[in-house]
C-alpha cells in the first residue's frame, strides 16, 4: 500500500474521540479514516467509509424520523448502528454529531491489520487479505458483527469492540479521496464517501441503477 502514511504515536480513543465524531458527517467520516476497530478477536484499520446526514439525507436510515430501529443515531457520537442489508450483509456504521441529529458515517471497507487467522475463517470465500473487509458487509463478517452488537459503545473504558482513532499526522492528507456513495441512487452524485488512495481493500464504485433501500 503506498500512500496512506504510517503511525505516528498513540491513537486517540475515549471522550476525546468522542468530541472528534461529535461532528457533522464528513468531518466524522474524515476523522475515521485511518481508525482502528477491533471486536471478537480481530483488528482493522478502516480505509473507506460513507458519511450520511439524517434527515437531510433520503438515502439515510434516519431521514424519516427516529425509530426504535435506528434510535442509536439519534444518541451520542461513537456508538454502534448495525443493520442487515438485504437480510444477509450486516453493516456498520459508526454515529456521528450531537443528540438528536440522526447522523452517522458507514464502515465500508478495512484492512486486516491483527487476528488474520479468524478473519480467514469468517471470509473463507475471499481470495486475497485486501478482501477480507472489502465491502461493509464483508467487513462485518471479518469482524464477526451481529445485530445483538447494536449500541455499543465503542469508546467506553475496556469495551469488547473498540474504535482508535487514528493520531495527527497517520494519514497522508494527500491520500484522502472523495466522491459518490456506493450503490445510492438519491444524491448519488454526492461526495460523501471518503477513502485511502493506494489501498487494496477500497471496494469498486458502482453506481446505482435504481433506488436502494435506505442505509445508515
Known sequence: MTGTGGDAGAGVGGEAARALLAAEPLIAARALLGARFTANGVAVRIVEVEAYRGSADPASHAYRGMTPRNRVMFGPAGHLYVYRSYGIHTCMNVSAGVDGTGWAVLLRAGEVVEGRAAAVERRPAAR???????????????????LGDGGADLLAPGAAISLTLAPPGAVDEAAVRSGPRVGVSVNADAPWRLWLDGSRAVSAYRRSPRADPPRG
Open 128 to 146: 486475497t487479505d485486501a478482501a477480507l473487509g472489502r465491502g461493509p458487509g464483508n467487513l462485518g463478517s471479518a469482524l464477526g458483527i451481529g
